[in-house]
T-cell receptor
Framework: EPEVTQTPSHQVTQMGQEVILRCVPISNHLYFYWYRQILGQKVEFLVSFYNNEISEKSEIFDDQFSVERPDGSNFTLKIRSTKLEDSAMYFC???????????FGPGTRLTVT | RKEVEQDPGPFNVPEGATVAFNCTYSNSASQSFFWYRQDCRKEPKLLMSVYSSGNEDGRFTAQLNRASQYISLLIRDSKLSDSATYLCVVIPRGAGNMLTFGGGTRLMVKP
């Protein structure tokens, strides 16, 4: 069964450093998303991406964040200058487009020290 | 008022029991509804979409009540492997494909 993959599974970085989280969505899917979940809290939407541009973004997704689809398979989330409060699980998801159903990758645990 | 509200639980039930969870949502124009399950420190996994007419998948039945703005999930014949957090998820109208998650209801099925 096709699935979303994410790398790395765990990233530790120092405050102020840049990080890039990588995702490979399901191959025939057209819509891509990033969500985050701070430990003990609910899953929160960050951004959606379609046709090589951002289609929706939340208030969390400020100028420190950016997304890119650098090639036909990868979808990345960059955090330019990490803060302690960026520590969370970051989930990538994708959807086909014919339905609203989204499928999530296993997540990257980001720890900012 | 929270956009999607769930009783956090935990619901402790014996194997074989029937258990039901409810969820309420605040945006009356919400357009799509789902139940996901999440195991500890894992990704949300789609359990089922919820349709206006109600739908069933094996031991799981989901219902939508648009007038009262609530969604329910019924699990029959609970298994130990059903122990997880169940997430009620809504797409509000005008929000594109942005999933809005409830805080989840924790289920623990005991032998």
């Amino acid at each position: 069964e096709p699935e979303v993959t994410q790398t790395p599974s765990h990233q530790v970085t120092q405050m102020g450093q840049e990080v890039i989280l990588r995702c490979v969505p399901i191959s025939n899917h057209l819509y891509f998303y990033w969500y985050r979940q701070i430990l003990g809290q609910k899953v929160e939407f960050l951004v959606s991406f379609y046709n090589n541009e951002i289609s929706e973004k939340s208030e969390i997704f400020d100028d420190q964040f950016s997304v890119e689809r650098p090639d036909g398979s990868n979808f990345t989330l960059k955090i330019r200058s990490t803060k302690l409060e960026d520590s969370a699980m970051y989930f990538c998801a994708s959807s086909e487009g014919t339905t609203d159903e989204q499928y999530f990758g296993p997540g990257t645990r980001l720890t900012v020290t | 008022r929270k956009e999607v509200e769930q009783d956090p639980g935990p619901f402790n039930v014996p194997e074989g029991a029937t258990v039901a969870f409810n969820c309420t949502y605040s945006n009356s124009a919400s357009q799509s509804f789902f139940w996901y399950r999440q195991d500890c420190r894992k990704e949300p996994k789609l359990l089922m979409s919820v349709y206006s007419s109600g739908n069933e998948d094996g031991r799981f039945t989901a219902q939508l009540n648009r007038a009262s703005q609530y969604i329910s999930l019924l699990i029959r014949d609970s298994k130990l492997s059903d122990s997880a957090t169940y997430l009620c998820v809504v797409i509000p109208r005008g929000a594109g494909n942005m999933l809005t998650f409830g805080g989840g209801t924790r289920l623990m099925v005991k032998p």
